[in-house]
């Protein structure tokens, strides 16, 4: 009888520490099934399942960073859920609407990113071109593109710091031309996109393994939500740039310039 006790004992206390795949939130599907790779596409040198999870590793040796793409559908307006944990100094991103480019080399996908990077804060939850227009917006930043492709900062966000090999809750809601990240549930950028032949309105997820340091980034909980496909755009008109407005500051540049009027 005891020894009945003491197993049921050891069962109850056992039973809480048992991961369990988080059910997916009303109206949204899971993409990633937390046991295999299956309806993704990367290669196994960077990619893998570890713990029931997306599991991305780089060695530091990089020439140019490599992506894993979601092959069951695309996204045109929807909203992304995911949890997210990178290693201290790793850079990695949540690739949408991208494009995969093979001619530009294996695993490559373009595109708008929400980027993680906690060493980073101003950089961490960011709006990313990737191969394209580059920073769009940094996080903490509302942003408007204007219709030449130049990104203009009409107002501010707190921002926080989420650090490195810790969970944190990443979102992402795109409707139309306006797009907006948050991590954890405070929002790290707001951006509409008025530039027509830069933006794109349908594409890809993937996810990256940066460039630098070796790291490792882990996903899971990857839940997406697709949206009524004709919502409409913001216009110039409903999106004007205000007279105080400031450059969104380039990759690698100065001080912001204000707007020319």
Known sequence: MLRSALCFFSLAVTLPLVAKDQAAPEGFTAIFNGKDLSGWSGSDKYWSVEDGCLTGVADGKLDYNRFITWKDGKVK???????????????????????????????????????VVPAKDDYNGMLYEERGRR????????????????????????????????????????????????????????????????????????????VGPAMKIQYKDFFVKHLPADLSLLSATQAPIPADAVKVVPQGGGKPKKVAK
């Open 77 to 115: 307006n929807f909203e992304l859920r995911v949890k997210v944990k990178v290693t201290p100094g790793g850079n990695s991103g949540l690739q949408y609407r991208g494009q995969e480019r093979p001619d530009l080399g294996e695993w490559v996908v373009t595109g708008y990113q929400c980027d």
């Open 135 to 210: 920073i769009l917006a940094h996080t903490g930043e509302k942003v408007i593109i204007d219709p030449q492709g130049q990104p203009w900062v009409v107002g501010k966000l707190p921002i926080q710091n989420f650090p490195a090999d810790q969970w944190h809750d990443y979102r992402i809601l795109v409707e139309g031309n306006h797009h907006q990240h948050w991590i954890d549930g405070v929002q790290t950028v707001d951006v509409i996109d008025l530039d027509e032949k830069g933006r794109a309105l349908e594409g890809v997820i993937a996810v990256q393994v940066h």
